[in-house]
């Protein structure tokens, strides 16, 4: 499933998928994209949904817009790694655009929910790296979610509503951060992805260059 980049000294590197996941509101999609414009090695999963593109949103780059019968005929095909229904919208992430990075051996960085995880989970094995983003209260997530006027007050309290049950979830993740502050939390999740490239499992090639070490000591 995963390539291999070049990381110096004849040792190369695996591909990695990094999820982000919070309730809405709690900051996720901000992380992602400073990550993402700050980072030249790390790619965005692209998802399909059926949900109306919101102002400012591009078809491709923010989302595959895309109506129920198509989405439906890509489940059908098992074109989605992984795919689940919110608020009444389908939202899924084409497995053909994913594998193309990581067989390049480039990361791929999700904005997706618990179940979506759940999903890439079982697919990904060790080549996920997952942490979920908590609001600092919930007085702040239901200020956020006010703030971005994208919604109708009923589903702003829809969405309020959810959030317990998905924060019920963050035991399932390798990492948390709390994001009372933006910046300090784009900067942990900078900090939890650069450890996760140096892991010593995900280095290819290092055996050999180890040997060539040793074998110049000798």
Same mark, same amino acid.
């Given at each position: 499933?995963?390539? #291999?980049?070049? %990381?110096?000294?004849?040792?190369? *590197?695996?591909?990695?998928?990094?999820?982000? +996941?919070?309730?809405?509101?709690?900051?996720?999609?901000?992380?992602?994209?400073?990550?993402?414009?700050?980072?030249?090695?790390?790619?965005?999963?692209? +998802?399909?949904?059926?949900?109306?593109? =919101?102002?400012?949103?591009?078809?491709?780059?923010?989302?595959?817009?895309?109506?129920?019968?198509?989405?439906?005929?890509?489940?059908?095909?098992?074109?989605?790694?992984?795919?689940? %229904?919110?608020? &009444?919208?389908? $939202?899924? #992430?084409?497995?053909?655009?994913?594998?193309?990075? @990581?067989?390049? &051996?480039?990361?791929?960085?999700?904005?997706?929910?618990?179940? &979506? %995880?759940?999903?890439?989970?079982?697919?990904?094995?060790?080549?996920?790296?997952?942490?979920?983003?908590?609001?600092? +209260? =919930?007085?702040? @997530?239901?200020?956020?979610?006010?703030?971005?006027? !994208?919604?109708?007050? !009923?589903?702003?309290?829809? *969405?309020?509503?959810?959030?317990?049950? !998905?924060? +019920?979830?963050?035991?399932?993740?390798? $990492?948390?951060?709390?994001?009372?502050?933006?910046?300090?939390?784009?900067?942990?999740?900078?900090?939890? @992805?650069?450890?996760?490239?140096?892991? =010593?499992? =995900?280095? #290819? &090639?290092?055996?050999?260059?180890?040997? %060539?070490?040793?074998?110049?000591?000798?």
């Amino acid at each position: 499933m995963t390539g #291999t980049a070049q %990381t110096g000294a004849g040792v190369g *590197r695996r591909g990695l998928m990094l999820v982000l +996941s919070s309730p809405s509101g709690a900051g996720k999609t901000s992380i992602a994209r400073q990550l993402l414009a700050e980072d030249v090695n790390l790619t965005l999963s692209v +998802s399909a949904t059926t949900r109306p593109p =919101r102002p400012n949103e591009v078809d491709g780059r923010d989302y595959h817009f895309v109506d129920q019968a198509r989405f439906d005929d890509m489940v059908a095909s098992e074109a989605f790694l992984e795919y689940a %229904t919110v608020f &009444g919208n389908s $939202y899924g #992430t084409p497995k053909a655009d994913v594998m193309a990075v @990581l067989e390049a &051996g480039g990361d791929v960085l999700f904005d997706i929910d618990w179940q &979506g %995880t759940q999903q890439v989970a079982n697919a990904a094995g060790d080549d996920l790296v997952s942490v979920f983003v908590l609001p600092p +209260s =919930r007085a702040a @997530l239901q200020s956020r979610l006010e703030a971005r006027a !994208e919604d109708s007050d !009923e589903v702003v309290a829809a *969405r309020m509503a959810k959030a317990s049950d !998905e924060i +019920s979830h963050y035991p399932e993740y390798n $990492y948390i951060v709390v994001n009372d502050d933006l910046e300090r939390s784009v900067r942990s999740v900078r900090a939890i @992805l650069a450890a996760e490239r140096l892991r =010593r499992d =995900r280095q #290819t &090639g290092l055996t050999e260059f180890v040997r %060539t070490l040793q074998a110049e000591g000798d």
